[in-house]
C-alpha cells in the first residue's frame, strides 16, 4: 500500500525524495521522440473514461485546478530543491487554469514546468559538485528543517546554493558520526588500532554523499519525457480519489504481475551496479533456478535471443536489459555472463511461467500446550484474469486449510497483515471456506441498486475455531473478509485498532480498447474507481476500516494513519443490512475477549510496544536537525537513550516452535532457498507477540452446542428484517 510512503512523506520528506523519484524509475522505455498528439489523446480518453466510469466524479473547476497543480509540483520536487519563487511565480499563472487546459488539450503548464525542471536539475548537478569539492566544518550553530512542508520555495538561487549546502553538510554529518562510532569500537577491540582521522572520516563521508548525488541524478537523467508526463497524468487522475491512477504500458505490465503472481521469463531477479548488471537472487522453481547454471553475483554481459546474435547490454538500463531477457514460455534466450571467479560462459535456459513464491499463501504448524495449531499467511488475494485454470487465492487457501486438518489443528489464524487487497471473487470463494452459503459483501456503483455477492457453497471447509490478524495496511478485500467473518460472528478480528478503510472497487481499463491500431502507440491503462462495496451489515468500511474485536497496541497506534489521511478520500456511507443470519460460533466470545484484553494488558511487550507508538508520536514533530556535530552527537545519544528500552521489542521469543507442513518439507528437501525462505518466515513467527496472542485467542474459544447453535439460528430468523 501507499500509507507507508505517506507516512514518511509527511514526516520525513528528507527520506522520501529519494525514495519517490526511484519508484518511478522503474517505467522507463526506450527513447521515442515526442509526439504531443500522443499526450492530447491520451488527456481525452482520461477525461473519458473517468466521466464515462468514475463512481464520484468530480467536477473540473478551479478547486480541482489547485489540487493538480500542488500535486504536481510537490511529486516532482517534494523537498524544494529544484525550483524558486521566480519558478513558482511562473507557474502560479496557471494555478486555477489546469482545468481549462485539460479540456482543450493544451499542454503549456506541463511543458513549462518539464522543461524547466530539466534545466534547474542541470543546474543542481553543478551545485553539488562544486559543494562536495570543499571540506566540512561542523562547528558553527547551524540547523535543517527536514520537513520541506514547512519551508518554502527558495527566493532566490543564492538560498537555493545554501539549500543544497545544508541538504549535503546533514548527510554528511550523519556518516561522519557513524564512522567514528566504527573507529571508536574498533579501538576498543583492538587497543593498537590506529584510528582513522576526523579528516579522512569527513573526506570519506563527502566522497560516499557524492557518490549518492551522483546515482541519483543518473537515474533521474534517464527518465524520459514521457515519464514525468505520466506524474502529471496521476497528479490528475488522483484528484477524484487515491486509487483512481494511470499505467503506462510498462507499469500496467507490472500490475498484471503483482496480481497474478507469474510472469515469463527465467526467474532472477537482478540489480544494477554501474554500468554493469548482476543476478541478485534466482526465483525458486524458475527456469534459472532449475538450470543449475547461473549464480547470484554473475554479471550478465550480453543477451541473445535464440539463434541470433547476442547483444551487448553493459551500460544499458536495467529496464531494458530486463525486457530483453524476459520472454514467452518456450523460447531459447542465451546469456554472455562473467562468473563470479572472472570466468566467461554462455548459458542457456528456456524461458517458462515463473511463479513468485512470496505472492502466494502458506501456513504453518505450531504446538501449544499440547495442541495443535495452523497459521495461514495470504499476502495478497492473487488470481490470473487470463486464465482461471491458473493458481489463485481461494485455491491455495483451500488447500492449505486441507492440510492442517490433516495435520490435527484444532484452530486457525488467518494473518492478514499488509494484504493490500486484490480480487473480489477471491476474497468471497476464501469466505465461504468458513461461513455456509450466504452473503459476503455488498457493491454499489453511483447510479445503480446494489448488489450482493454471494458465496452459494454451502461447504464450510473449516468451522472449527477461527481468528482474523490484520493490522493498519490490511486492506479492500483483507477488509471485505475480516467484516464478513465479524458479522457472521464465525470468528475472532485481532490485531491494530482498525484496518485501513479501503472501501471502493476499482477496475483496470485498457486505454487502447478506445482507439484500436492507433498510429500513436500503446496508451496503457486507467485504474478507476468504480463501485463503492459494503459490509453485509450494511456499513461501509470506507475510511473507518474495520474495527478489531480485540484491539492491541502497535507502533501507529497514535498516528493518523490510513485512508482517513489520504487526500480526496471518498466519503463514509452505509446502505440497508443484507439478509445473512448469523453464524455465532464462538460460546464465550466476551469471556475470550475478556481473557485477551488482560493478557495484553500485563504482556510486558506489550506495554513496550504501546510506549514506543506514544515516543514516534510525541517526535512526528521534532523536524529541525542541529548541523554542529556536538549537538547532533548529543541529539542521537538522547535519541539512542530514549530507545533503549525499545529495543527489547525485537528481542522477544513466544517460544513456539512453528513447523512446515509434510508436503512442503518434501519440496524444501529438493529446494534450499525455500527452506532458508521458511526458515525465516517460522523464526519472525516465534517472534511475534501478535500472533503469540493469536494461537491463545484459539485455545480459549469454545464452540457452542449443537442444541445452542440451532437455538441462536432460530433466534435469529426471527429479529431478520
Known amino acids: 500500500m501507499n500509507a507507508i510512503l505517506t507516512f514518511m512523506k509527511k514526516n520525513y520528506k528528507l527520506m522520501l525524495v529519494v525514495v519517490a523519484i526511484s519508484a518511478t524509475l522503474w517505467s522507463f522505455r526506450p527513447k521515442v521522440q515526442y509526439d504531443p498528439e500522443k499526450d492530447k489523446m491520451l488527456l481525452e480518453l482520461i477525461e473519458f473514461v473517468i466521466e464515462k466510469g468514475h463512481y464520484a466524479p468530480e467536477k473540473m473547476d478551479d478547486e480541482f485546478s489547485k489540487g493538480v497543480y500542488n500535486d504536481f509540483l510537490d511529486a516532482i520536487d517534494p523537498s524544494k530543491r529544484f525550483f524558486m519563487e521566480s519558478d513558482i511565480k511562473e507557474f502560479k499563472v496557471y494555478e486555477t487554469k489546469i482545468d481549462d487546459l485539460i479540456k482543450s488539450r493544451d499542454l503549456s503548464f506541463f511543458n513549462l514546468v518539464y522543461e524547466r525542471l530539466q534545466k534547474r536539475m542541470s543546474e543542481s548537478k553543478v551545485v553539488y559538485k562544486a559543494l562536495s569539492d570543499k571540506s566540512i566544518s561542523f562547528s558553527s550553530d547551524e540547523s535543517i528543517n527536514i520537513d520541506s512542508d514547512k519551508n518554502e520555495f527558495a527566493k532566490n538561487y543564492s538560498e537555493l546554493k545554501n539549500r543544497w549546502r545544508l541538504q549535503m553538510k546533514l548527510s554528511v554529518l550523519a556518516s561522519v558520526v557513524d564512522k567514528q562510532k566504527i573507529e571508536d569500537d574498533k579501538k576498543a577491540k583492538d587497543p593498537n588500532y590506529s584510528p582513522k582521522s576526523f579528516s579522512q572520516l569527513e573526506k570519506e563521508a563527502r566522497e560516499s554523499t557524492l557518490k549518492s ?99 551487448e547490454v553493459v551500460g544499458m538500463r536495467l529496464d531494458d536489459v530486463v525486457k530483453k531477457i524476459k520472454g514467452p514460455k518456450g523460447t531459447k534466450v542465451a546469456l554472455t555472463v562473467k562468473k563470479v571467479d572472472g570466468s566467461i560462459k554462455i548459458i542457456t535456459i528456456i524461458r517458462d511461467i515463473v511463479e513468485i513464491e512470496e505472492t ?68 468471497v470463494d476464501i469466505t465461504g471456506l468458513f461461513i455456509k452459503e450466504g452473503p459476503v459483501v455488498q457493491i454499489k456503483s453511483a447510479s445503480s441498486k446494489k448488489e450482493v455477492l454471494y458465496d452459494h457453497n454451502p461447504k464450510v471447509q473449516w468451522d472449527g475455531p477461527l481468528v482474523v490478524l490484520i493490522n493498519n495496511f490490511s486492506a479492500s478485500a483483507s477488509e471485505i473478509f475480516a467484516a464478513a467473518i465479524q458479522d457472521y460472528k464465525r470468528g475472532v478480528v485481532i490485531g491494530s485498532k482498525q484496518s485501513y478503510g479501503k472501501g471502493t472497487v476499482q477496475n ?214
Open 213 to 311: 548525488l551522483n546515482d541519483y541524478f543518473e537515474f533521474v537523467e534517464e527518465l524520459e519525457r514521457d515519464d514525468w508526463f505520466e506524474i502529471f497524468i496521476n497528479s490528475i487522475v488522483t484528484q477524484y480519489d487515491p486509487h483512481t491512477f494511470y499505467f503506462a504500458p510498462e507499469q500496467k505490465e507490472r500490475f498484471d504481475i503483482s496480481i497474478s503472481g507469474k510472469l515469463e521469463g527465467i526467474g532472477a531477479r537482478l540489480q544494477k551496479k554501474g554500468d554493469f548488471t548482476e543476478i541478485s537472487e534466482l526465483i525458486s522453481g524458475g527456469p534459472a533456478w532449475r538450470n543449475k547454471e547461473l549464480e547470484p553475483g554473475d554479471v550478465i554481459l550480453k543477451v541473445g535471443q535464440g539463434s541470433a546474435d547476442p547483444v
Open 360 to 427: 502466494y499463501a502458506k501456513s504453518s504448524v505450531v504446538n501449544k500446550n499440547g495442541v495443535k495449531y495452523g497459521v495461514i499467511y495470504l499476502p495478497k488475494f492473487y488470481i490470473d484474469f487470463e486464465n482461471d485454470d491458473n493458481r489463485d487465492a481461494a485455491k491455495d487457501v483451500a488447500a492449505e486449510v486441507e492440510k492442517l486438518k490433516k495435520a490435527g489443528v484444532k484452530g486457525i489464524v488467518m494473518d492478514l497483515r499488509d494484504n493490500g487487497g486484490g480480487s473480489l471473487k477471491t476474497v
Open 508 to 721: 483496470v481499463i485498457d486505454l487502447n480498447q478506445f482507439v484500436r491500431n492507433s498510429p500513436l502507440g500503446d496508451f496503457g491503462a486507467l485504474k478507476t474507481t468504480t463501485q463503492k462495496f459494503y459490509r453485509i451489515n450494511g456499513g461501509s468500511t470506507q475510511l473507518e476500516g474495520v474495527a478489531s474485536d480485540i484491539a492491541m497496541p502497535d507502533r501507529y497506534s497514535y498516528i493518523k494513519i490510513g485512508e482517513r489521511d489520504e487526500k480526496n478520500a471518498i466519503e463514509w456511507d452505509r446502505i440497508d443490512r443484507a439478509q445473512y443470519e448469523e453464524v455465532r460460533s464462538i460460546s464465550n466470545l466476551e469471556a475470550v475477549i475478556f481473557n485477551s484484553q488482560k493478557r495484553i494488558q500485563a504482556s510486558e511487550q506489550f506495554r513496550l510496544i504501546d510506549e514506543n507508538a506514544k515516543w514516534i508520536n510525541s517526535r512526528k514533530e521534532n523536524n529541525v536537525v542541529s548541523l554542529n556535530i556536538d549537538k547532533f552527537k548529543h541529539e542521537q545519544s538522547d535519541i539512542e537513550e530514549a530507545t533503549k528500552k525499545f529495543k527489547a521489542i525485537t528481542s522477544y521469543t513466544n517460544n513456539m516452535k512453528f513447523e512446515s507442513l509434510p508436503d512442503e518439507v518434501a519440496l524444501i528437501a529438493k529446494d534450499s532457498t525455500l527452506g532458508l525462505k521458511r526458515k525465516d518466515w517460522h523464526e519472525s513467527l516465534s517472534k511475534d507477540a501478535y500472533v503469540d496472542e493469536a494461537i491463545n485467542i484459539l485455545g480459549d474459544i469454545k464452540k457452542p452446542s449443537t442444541t445452542t447453535s440451532k437455538a441462536v439460528a432460530v433466534k435469529s430468523k426471527v429479529v431478520k428484517p
